[in-house]
């Protein structure tokens, strides 16, 4: 079946350090592959997306390109600010499909 | 403004008493789905709905019910809470599906304990 691994956190970082989370899938065809953020005590949100190979999904800074050779979809952000802290979910979902295939999750703490 | 709206937000119960989760959109979506957030796991759907009395399952089913009787709202039903039924829940709906890469609105979670 499906499935998304993620690096398991937590990553603490210095604000305006370079973030990477790393994210690998395993899926038949081609998912679509999102970016979703969790602030305390709140619902998630969509980060970003791609949804064919070599797409580039891209806001607020943050990056991850869809690599289809490597099945990898690692986020990526130049400089991290505080406001940054959370936790990231990678996820991909089937061609087609209605469901949201998650990771485990990757705290993110961010330092002044 | 638009939303996704699950009450309540903290539910304490006891093994066997029957509850209900409410969840209700505003943004006339079609698909409606419930989600299941353990540590370490991530979220893992419960049941899913593409339209009005149509619903299926997802992952993990098994001690839950769902009906979608009106587009708006999507309620999960625990007839026999279990304590592995202890869980961060979240409803969530779409416009299209998410496979063609369309993302999910989540409302803020209700957080079960069955003691």
């Known amino acids: 079946g499906d499935s998304v691994t993620q690096m398991e956190g937590p990553v603490t970082l210095s604000e305006e350090a370079f973030l990477t989370i790393n994210c690998t899938y395993t899926a038949t065809g081609y998912p679509s592959l999102f970016w979703y953020v969790q602030y305390p005590g709140e619902g998630l949100q969509l980060l970003l997306k791609a949804t064919k190979a070599d797409d580039k999904g891209s806001n607020k800074g943050f990056e991850a390109t869809y690599r289809k050779e490597t099945t990898s979809f690692h986020l990526e952000k130049g400089s991290v600010q505080v406001s940054d802290s959370a936790v990231y979910f990678c996820a991909l979902s089937r061609n087609a499909g209605n469901m949201l295939t998650f990771g485990g999750g990757t705290r993110l703490m961010v330092k002044p | 403004e638009a939303q996704v709206t699950q009450n309540p937000r903290y539910l304490i119960t006891v093994t066997g008493k029957k509850l209900t989760v409410t969840c209700s959109q505003n943004?006339?979506?079609?698909?409606m789905s419930w989600y299941r957030q353990d540590p370490g796991l991530g979220l893992r759907q419960i049941y899913y709905?593409?339209?009005?009395?149509?619903?299926d399952k997802g992952d993990v089913p098994e001690g839950y019910k769902v009906s979608r009787k009106e587009k708006r709202n999507f309620p999960l039903i625990l007839e026999s809470p279990s304590p592995n039924q202890t869980s961060l829940y979240f409803c969530?709906?779409?416009?299209?599906?998410?496979?063609?890469?369309?993302?999910?609105?989540f409302g803020s979670g209700t957080q079960l304990s069955v003691l």
């Open positions: 969530a709906s779409s416009l299209s599906p998410t496979g063609v890469g369309e993302k999910l609105f």
């Open positions: 709905s593409m339209n009005v009395e149509v619903t």
């Open positions: 943004m006339n979506h079609e698909y």
